[in-house]
């Protein structure tokens, strides 16, 4: 199974501030990676696939990126409504898996 | 435009079948989706993908589940299920569906999650 990494765990961080979450792949996954965002008792909610496409309707301050099997999820400005647990999953090759999580608060 | 709905009972016995349906709107089953699945979160947890079922017909699963799991679709009913044999305390959990409308898109659209828990 492809194992994928998620780092912070948790961060705060102030409104205005750029922001980036990492997530590793064990091994290659192609860029078959995606973000979610989930806010508390809701459905998680795509923002990112393919690494680096960003999904219709989601604001541009959220892009993504790739460097081999590193993959980063940056926020450019941070905003009160982007608070919640962000999730990165790979979809190359099954079982699908997703990164542990990063709690993102506001300072 | 498409929507899921996850149904079906909110508390399993132990080694009992959980068995949940998802009911998909704005959309056929048949060609509104290029895979299906479930995801299921434990309280306080991260996410779990469970198996999918592609418009193809194929599924997989998870093998951390073993052959617990059985995922079907019903083109009728515009509807697919979940299937978990042999439930434990360890798979109470928020169940999700989801569907990747087109390919290479991930899970693109969610259900609201439904809660299930399993105890005596």
């Known amino acids: 199974d492809i194992q994928m990494t998620q780092s912070p765990s948790t961060l705060s961080a102030s409104v205005g501030d750029r922001v980036t979450i990492t997530c590793r792949a064990s091994?290659?996954?192609?860029?078959?990676l995606a973000w979610y965002q989930q806010k508390p008792g809701k459905a998680p909610k795509i923002l990112i696939y393919k690494a680096s496409s960003l999904e219709n309707g989601v604001p541009s301050r959220f892009s993504g990126s790739e460097a081999g099997t590193e993959f980063t999820l940056t926020i450019s400005s941070l905003q009160p409504d982007d608070v919640a647990t962000y999730y990165c999953?790979?979809?190359?090759?099954?079982?699908?898996?997703f990164g542990q999580g990063t709690k993102l608060e506001i300072k | 435009q498409l929507q899921l709905q996850e149904s079906g009972p909110g508390l399993v016995k132990p080694s009992e079948t959980l068995s949940l349906t998802c009911t998909v709107s704005?959309?056929?089953?048949?060609?509104?989706?290029?895979?299906w699945g479930w995801i299921r979160q434990p309280p306080g947890k991260g996410l779990e993908w469970i198996g999918s079922?592609?418009?193809?017909?194929?599924?997989y699963s998870n093998t951390s589940l073993k052959s617990r799991v059985t995922i079907s679709v019903d083109t009728s009913k515009n509807q697919f299920s979940l299937g978990l044999t042999s439930v434990t305390a360890a798979d109470t959990a928020v169940y999700y569906c989801?569907?990747?409308?087109?390919?290479?898109?991930?899970?693109?659209?969610w259900g609201q999650g439904t809660m299930v828990t399993v105890s005596s």
């Open positions: 989801a569907t990747s409308r087109l390919y290479g898109k991930a899970f693109d659209i």
């Open positions: 704005g959309g056929s089953i048949s060609s509104s989706g290029y895979y």
């Open positions: 091994q290659s996954i192609s860029g078959w």
């Open positions: 999953q790979q979809y190359n090759s099954h079982p699908y898996t």
């Open positions: 079922v592609y418009s193809s017909g194929g599924t």
